[in-house]
T-cell receptor, first 115, second 115 residues
C-alpha cells in the first residue's frame, strides 16, 4: 500500500519569505508518480506538477520549485518570495504508473501568507 | 470547454435520505474517480471506474454505490445517508495509460451535509 505524509499541518509566514512544504511518501513499487495540488479558499483543486519516479531532476517554475529525492522518499515544494495569493492548502499525492492511477493524498498543509 | 462538472454543488440531507451525485466529463476520458475530503485527512478514494460499465472500490467505499452507464458520466449514490458522510466530494477523470496517462482533472466539488 502507498502512503503520503505531510507533517506540517499549518505554516504561516510573512509575504516575500521563502517557504518549503515537506512531503514524504511510502511505496514498495518502483514506478510511480508524485504530484502537488493547490486548493485555494475557493475550494477547487489546481494541479501544479507531476514527476515520475525515473526522473529525479529538480524542477523550477517561476517562484515554485520541487526537490525530489528517492533516497529519502521525499518530494518537497518550495515557494520563493511568497505572495498573499499563495495562501492555500497544498496537497502532495502519489499514484502508481500502472493500473488505474488511483491517487493517494497526504493530509495537506495549510499555508497562510501574511501581508 | 466544461471539463469535469459536478451536480449539485451543495446539498443538505437528513439522516436516512438517499441521493445521487452526478459527475459529467466532456474530455472523453476513460477513467473516472470519486474522492471525499474531510478536515485533516486529505482526499480519499471512494470508488473508481476504468471504463464504461465497470466500477471498483477504493479506500473508503462503505455506504456508497456507483454506476458508469455512459462513458461521460459517473454517478455516486448514498442509499441511506449518515452524518459520517458529511464531506466535500470531488469527482475526477483522466485518460488511460494507453491514451497518454495525463494527470487527473478535478471537478469543483460537492459540499454535502447530513443532519
Amino acid at each position: 500500500a502507498q502512503k503520503v505524509t505531510q507533517a506540517q499541518t499549518e505554516i504561516s509566514v510573512v509575504e516575500k519569505e521563502d517557504v518549503t512544504l515537506d512531503c514524504v511518501y511510502e511505496t514498495r513499487d518502483t514506478t510511480y508518480y508524485l504530484f502537488w495540488y493547490k486548493q485555494p479558499p475557493s475550494g477547487e483543486l489546481v494541479f501544479l506538477i507531476r514527476r515520475n519516479s525515473f526522473d529525479e531532476q529538480n524542477e523550477i517554475s517561476g517562484r515554485y520549485s520541487w526537490n525530489f529525492q528517492k533516497s529519502t522518499s521525499s518530494f518537497n515544494f518550495t515557494i520563493t518570495a511568497s505572495q498573499v495569493v499563495d495562501s492555500a492548502v497544498y496537497f502532495c499525492a502519489l499514484s502508481l504508473i500502472q493500473g488505474a492511477q488511483k491517487l493517494v493524498f497526504g493530509q495537506g498543509t495549510r499555508l497562510t501568507i501574511n501581508p | 470547454n466544461a471539463g469535469v462538472t459536478q451536480t449539485p454543488k451543495f446539498r443538505v440531507l437528513k439522516t436516512g435520505q438517499s441521493m445521487t451525485l452526478l459527475c459529467a466529463q466532456d474530455m472523453n476520458h476513460e477513467y473516472m474517480y470519486w474522492y471525499r475530503q474531510d478536515p485533516g485527512m486529505g482526499l480519499r478514494l471512494i470508488h473508481y471506474s476504468v471504463g464504461e460499465g465497470t466500477t471498483a472500490k477504493g479506500e473508503v467505499p462503505d455506504g456508497y454505490n456507483v454506476s458508469r452507464l455512459k462513458k461521460q458520466n459517473f454517478l455516486l449514490g448514498l442509499e441511506s445517508a449518515a452524518p459520517s458522510q458529511t464531506s466535500v466530494y470531488f469527482c475526477a477523470s483522466s485518460y488511460s495509460i494507453r491514451e497518454g496517462n495525463q494527470p487527473q482533472h478535478f471537478g469543483d466539488g460537492t459540499r454535502l451535509s447530513i443532519l
